[in-house]
């Protein structure tokens, strides 16, 4: 195979959100870069995220508190965040045109809402630096040595560089690039590597009622899920009801306890649609509704007693309720079904929705084998990993993002 031999300082393999990062802060230093980027464009990952919102960081400023998302990995991160913080990302991107704005729970996204937005900045910030970008061009191999990469193998030849950056991204969303080539190659130079599964993703289920709602919101919900019957752990937040089961924040933060608990026995869970209303003020707030509509039909009333939108999915689990009857017909004992309902919605989790509808997936590099001050590999000492390719516990809320922009900046400062 014909070496190439055009002499690059950096070369960056995949031009994701950490591989774009990446290549333009190792060019801003003066270093020669190329993108090795197997898709027919950069960022086709970056472009849809967020539901193509793009939730680009969290404006939690205390650097010790937003490590505490990532868990006991949180610890290792330390030194990196130093160097780029979310901070850091607000003042990236609001400093080349692209104000955020800050949303619920700290979530900030660009103030045009538009992930395009996101990449045409970084894409600017590519070309502005003259990095060398090659598209349709995966990498096939990773030739090394004992102790370093030597080259890389491609349709096109091989490459060589002084360092190289691996930025291939994890296996959610497959249908943009990332089919999780970075995990086989690192496994290969002697890395410890997760398997990755889909961790921050939506539910199936089993219920029909859930189904019926599909694309209704509901955003203060409790959720307390089940094995076998006993009681596991509960939830509180944003609810989306969808046409195969439940999605929302709650749920993808949800998704990888939900995941442990599936291999444990059966899984179920209850929604309490009114979390801070006990029994008691729920009825009795039912009984002023009732009493200001004595002579409709419960069908017709039914509505004001729900969550908006939710009445044609929860009728259905009241079969044992007669809807054409008048309210002021209706028995206590039926009263009491219905808030007891409210209080405890059944849902019966089948699976967790795979990496196609995955947000992020978990897996990747133990980061015990990487000098996380650098990004530098512990196996080969020319190799940098960043972003989804590095085993760190991930939630959505902008975190998974901000650990690209992170990694990705600090690979491209040592590289």
């Not at 970084?122 to 990773?142: A, D, E, S």
Request: a positive charge; aromatic letters at 8%.
């Amino acid at each position: 195979m014909k070496l190439n031999t055009e002499n690059f300082d950096v070369i960056v393999i995949g031009g994701g959100a950490s591989g774009m990062m990446a290549a333009g802060v190792a060019a801003q230093k003066g270093k020669k870069v190329l993108i090795l980027e197997k898709n027919k464009n950069l960022g086709e990952k970056l472009k849809i995220t967020g539901g193509g919102r793009c939730n680009v960081t969290n404006a939690e400023s205390n650097i010790k508190e937003f490590l505490k998302i990532y868990g006991e990995d949180g610890k290792f991160l330390h030194s990196a965040f130093s160097k780029f913080s979310s901070k850091d990302s607000f003042e990236f991107f609001e400093s080349r045109g692209l104000p955020l704005v800050v949303q619920a729970r700290k979530r900030a996204f660009p103030n045009t809402e538009k992930a395009i937005d996101v990449f045409n900045v970084l894409n600017t910030f590519l070309i502005k630096n003259n990095v060398k970008i090659k598209t349709n061009c995966g990498v096939k191999k990773i030739l090394s040595d004992k102790d370093s990469i030597t080259g890389l193998e491609t349709k096109d030849g091989i490459f060589t560089a002084k360092s190289y950056i691996l930025a291939t991204g994890g296996l959610s969303h497959p249908e943009t690039g990332s089919t999780g080539d970075g995990f086989k190659w690192l496994a290969d130079l002697g890395h410890k590597v997760k398997s990755p599964t889909p961790t921050i993703v939506p539910l199936a289920v089993e219920e029909n009622w859930i189904k019926m709602l599909s694309g209704i919101s509901l955003s203060f919900m409790k959720i307390t899920f089940y094995v076998d019957g006993k009681k596991s752990f509960k939830e509180t937040g944003k609810i989306l009801f969808t046409h195969f089961g439940l999605s929302g924040p709650l749920i993808l933060n949800s998704a990888g306890k939900v995941s442990k608990l599936l291999h444990e026995g059966l899984v179920t869970a209850l929604i309490d649609a009114y979390p801070d209303t006990d029994h008691g003020p729920l009825e009795k707030k039912i009984i002023k509704i009732f009493d200001a509509n004595k002579n409709k039909t419960l069908k017709n009333v039914f509505k004001d007693i729900v969550p908006e939108g939710t009445a044609p999915g929860i009728i259905t689990l009241l079969p044992q309720i007669n809807f054409e009857t008048k309210v002021h017909s209706i028995t206590k004992e039926e009263r009491k079904l219905i808030v007891d309902l409210l209080k405890a919605l059944p849902v019966t989790i089948t699976e967790l929705m795979g990496y196609d509808r995955a947000v992020v997936a978990d897996g990747g590099v133990d980061l015990r084998e990487i000098d996380t001050r650098t990004m530098r590999s512990l196996k080969k000492e020319n190799l940098f990993v960043t972003g989804d390719l590095l085993n760190v516990n991930k939630r959505s809320g902008g975190y998974p993002l901000q650990l690209c922009w992170t990694t990705g900046f600090v690979a491209g400062e040592n590289a």
